[in-house]
């Protein structure tokens, strides 16, 4: 009898490689958190640039073993669309860290905690979604995981609804009000590109359900 399990153990280099970079994204956001912790004075940002450049490398060597792989489990497309999205965040992590350590001491006031829990809870629901992709479970497993990461994201449209308010009642000088506004859309970024990632593996379970 065939064996959807056994025939997607072939890919199991494919899974592998997806998990090392939804593991990247989970580094990134750690990173990130560490960053916000100082805000006196510019820090060094190799380590972010270190993680981003792991899983760009991750993400072009998933396209080499595609190119090379003759028969895959899943389909060809699904499995860049994934790794493409994963590295997303990775990249928009790294662009907000770029942004933020121009000035920090000028964002010393400014609450970035509810946007972070928020993508700390994505990220690791990704993350738990990505593992599970390669036992290709139910589909109301993942179906379940999915929803939970779109809840999510509802919630940080919600907070950013909150923290556009504070933007514009006037309390941050000018400038000051352009750089948290443009560090608020990139964590709002983060958060999309999760949802997107987790769309993407929802669509893969579906299609093979």
């Given at each position: 009898m065939f064996s959807i399990q056994k025939f997607f153990s072939q890919d199991g280099k494919f899974f592998d490689l997806l998990e090392a970079s939804a593991d990247?994204?989970?580094?990134?956001?750690?990173?990130?958190?560490?960053?916000?912790?100082?805000?006196?004075?510019?820090h060094p940002l190799e380590e972010f640039a270190l993680s981003r450049g792991k899983d760009k490398r991750i993400t072009e060597q998933?396209?080499?073993?595609?190119?090379?792989?003759?028969?895959?489990?899943?389909?060809?497309?699904?499995?860049?669309?994934v790794s493409y999205a994963l590295y997303?965040?990775?990249?928009?992590?790294?662009?907000?860290?770029?942004?933020?350590?121009?000035?920090?001491?000028?964002?010393?006031?400014?609450d970035f905690h509810r946007q972070i829990q928020l993508m700390e809870r994505a990220t690791a629901t990704l993350s738990d979604m990505v593992r599970l992709l390669r036992k290709m479970p139910p589909l109301e497993t993942m179906k379940g995981l999915n929803d939970r990461l779109q809840g999510i994201e509802g919630e940080a449209d919600d907070v950013m609804l909150d923290l556009l308010r504070e933007v514009y009642s006037g309390q941050y000088e000018p400038l000051q009000a352009m750089m948290v506004r443009d560090l608020y859309d990139l964590l709002e970024k983060v958060i999309d590109r999760c949802r997107d990632a987790g769309n993407a593996i929802s669509h893969i379970v579906l299609k093979n359900s």
């Open positions: 990247e994204t989970r580094e990134s956001t750690r990173l990130l958190i560490d960053l916000l912790k100082d805000r006196s004075h510019p998933i396209s080499h073993e595609l190119v090379n792989t003759f028969v895959t489990g899943l389909e060809r497309e699904d499995i860049e669309m997303r965040i990775c990249k928009t992590i790294e662009k907000f860290a770029e942004r933020f350590n121009l000035a920090p001491q000028r964002l010393a006031g400014v």
